[in-house]
């Protein structure tokens, strides 16, 4: 499969880009290499490897949760420069 030059515009078009000519000839040379390399890999015999999401074995270490204490709302609300309703209170941003 060969990208055209007409393709890339219309993509471009699409994608609301304004190519030079040079930049539509550099991108359908790159799209076309890109999908030749996609070839050479469809090509792999991969028959009787299983398949992965990661070359190499890995698996996540995971560490037990733990509950322990932490500041009570009236704690965490004591440092705030304004508190209303037991809730931060902070400038508004949005005017209506």
Not at 28 to 48: M, R, S, W
Request: proline residues 5%; aromatic residues 6%; hydrophobic residues 45%.
């Amino acid at each position: 499969m060969k990208i055209s030059m007409a393709e890339v515009e219309h993509v471009a078009h699409l994608a609301r880009l304004e190519l030079t000519p040079e930049e539509k000839e550099k991108f359908t040379h790159q799209l076309n290499d890109i999908l030749a390399f996609a070839e050479k890999l469809g090509a792999v015999d991969t028959q009787g490897i299983p398949p992965t999401s990661h070359v190499l074995d890995l698996k996540n270490v995971w560490r037990e949760d733990e509950v322990y204490d932490w500041l009570t709302q009236d704690e965490a609300l004591a440092n705030a420069p304004a508190a209303a309703d037991g809730c931060f209170q902070v400038p508004r941003i949005i005017e209506e």
